[in-house]
């Protein structure tokens, strides 16, 4: 660990795996921005067999005395790899009152920090998200770009309901100290998702969140990621997890059958609106396709795509 003579009052923590070349260019991105308050880097490899990614993050961050904490977390899942980097963060920096996270396929645009900072602290927000903006490595096709999966929140910074996604928010450190352990559910460790019933905790807790337009984040797309063969999988994981987020919270298994069903409804009806307006079938097969993964999720059908073998 480095440390600082300065009281930090931001850390941003990198869970990492399997991706240090891609890794490279997040810390990059991340030390190079520019703040009026000081930062620190927490970087967690959940790759234990080979920490590449953690040998490579504290040759980085040694080249730039900056305060950072490098770990490995032995036990495989995301969950697991988020858990350990906030509550690394927090009890080795005691005064960061901002806990933020990025992953490792994006890099931060300059001021993304101090917007996403000086938003909480302006209005006073216990949650922060940004954009991420998708740059696709290889050439995509109309039908890839408008597929609902690349789509994002937009719009000028506002409060809103709830943010979805872990890659590009803060959080204040009292919410973690005000929900109930784990923080990320290890259930969703190999499903995803961890995120989204992690923020859907905090907005049923009363968290007030915001969205920040100007802190934005690009997200790298690799080519595996945008057939539609994967695409199309993705779907299906989303209305699973959105399913199990709901046994989760709903509490009545009569309304969770009847909001199944209705979402197959609402799933044919959003395709044929969609297909009508894109005119193309892989965007249009989106709402479809997560009403039947709740489907499948009810009936213990239940995709593991994070789940790695060694």
């Known amino acids: 660990m480095q440390e600082s003579k300065i009281a ?12 240090s070349a891609w890794l490279a260019r997040t810390l990059q991105s991340v030390c190079a921005q520019e703040t009026d308050f000081a930062f620190a880097v927490v970087v967690v490899d959940n790759d234990a067999p080979n920490p590449v990614g953690a ?9 730039r005395s900056f305060p950072s904490l490098v770990l490995t977390e032995e036990r495989q899942g995301n969950c697991h790899a988020i858990n350990r ?6 009890d080795a920096f005691p005064d960061a009152e901002f806990l933020l996270m990025i992953d490792d396929d994006e890099i931060a645009l300059p001021g993304w920090l101090a917007a996403m900072v000086g938003t909480a602290q302006r209005e006073k927000a216990d949650i922060v998200g940004g954009p991420v903006v998708r740059q696709f490595e290889v ?3 109309a039908a890839v770009t408008r597929h609902l999966l690349f789509g ?5 910074t506002r409060p809103i309901d709830q943010i979805h996604g872990s890659g590009n928010c803060l959080i204040r450190r009292h919410v973690f100290k005000g929900l109930a352990s784990p923080l990320f559910d290890v259930r969703f460790n190999f499903l995803g998702g961890g995120d989204m019933e992690f923020f859907t905790r905090c907005r049923r807790a009363g968290y007030q969140s915001w969205w920040c337009a100007e802190a934005v984040i690009r997200e790298f ?6 057939s539609a063969r994967f695409l199309m999988t993705r779907s299906l994981r989303t209305g699973s997890i959105n399913y199990v987020i709901d046994r ?31 005119r193309r079938l892989l965007p249009a097969s989106h709402p ?23």
């Open 8 to 19: 930090v009052e931001a850390v941003v923590c990198i869970p990492t795996f399997r991706r």
């Open 55 to 63: 040998r490579y993050a504290r040759e980085f961050l040694a080249s």
């Open 85 to 90: 980097a906030f509550g690394e963060a927090m």
């Open 139 to 141: 050439p995509v096709t």
């Open 152 to 156: 994002s929140i937009e719009g000028t």
């Open 221 to 226: 797309v690799p080519e595996e990621r945008v």
């Open 248 to 278: 989760m919270h709903s509490g009545s298994a009569r309304r969770i059958i009847a909001k199944n069903a209705l979402s197959l409804g609402a799933g044919v009806m959003r395709s044929l609106a969609l297909l009508v307006k894109t």
């Open 288 to 310: 479809l396709l997560v009403s039947v993964g709740r489907t499948l999720a009810s009936l213990g059908f239940l995709p593991t795509p994070y789940r790695a073998s060694n």
